[in-house]
C-alpha cells in the first residue's frame, strides 16, 4: 500500500500560479507512475496528467498542455504539479494517485487540496 498526502493548494487569482505537491510513502518501490486529478465543483473526478516513474514520461490532458507541468523527485518519492496561467475553470480539489507495478489503473489516492482561482 501507498499512502499519498497532497499540499500546496489555496487561493489564487486568475493568471496566477501555484504548484502543488504530493509526498509518496509505503510501499514507494512499487510505484509504477503517478499521477493527477482534479474535481470541479458539481462534476466527477477528472484526469489531468501523469508521470513515468522510470523514465520521466509525462502525458496531459489537452486543457492543461503549455500551463501545468508534472514534475518528480524520485529520491523523496514526491511529484508536483506546477499550474500556471490559472484559469477561473481550474477551480478543484486537486488528487495525486499512483500506479502500483502490476496494475493497470491508478488504485492508491490522497485526501485532495482544494484549489481556488477568483476572477
Known amino acids: 500500500q501507498v499512502q499519498l498526502v497532497e499540499s500546496g493548494g489555496g487561493l489564487v487569482q486568475a493568471g496566477g500560479s501555484l504548484r502543488l505537491s504530493c509526498a509518496a510513502s509505503?510501499?514507494?518501490?512499487?510505484?509504477?507512475?503517478m499521477g493527477w486529478f482534479r474535481q470541479l465543483p458539481g462534476k466527477e473526478r477528472e484526469f489531468v496528467g501523469s508521470?513515468?516513474?522510470?523514465?520521466?514520461?509525462?502525458t496531459y490532458v489537452d486543457s492543461v498542455k503549455g500551463r501545468f507541468t508534472i514534475s518528480i523527485d524520485n529520491a523523496k518519492n514526491t511529484v508536483f504539479l506546477q499550474m500556471n496561467s490559472l484559469k477561473p475553470e481550474d477551480t478543484a480539489v486537486y488528487y495525486c494517485?499512483?500506479?502500483?507495478?502490476?496494475?493497470?489503473?491508478?488504485?492508491?489516492w490522497g485526501q485532495g487540496t482544494q484549489v481556488t482561482v477568483s476572477s
Open positions: 509505503g510501499r514507494t518501490f512499487s510505484i509504477y507512475s
Open positions: 508521470i513515468r516513474r522510470s523514465t520521466g514520461t509525462t
Open positions: 494517485a499512483v500506479r502500483t507495478l502490476g496494475a493497470g489503473l491508478f488504485s492508491s
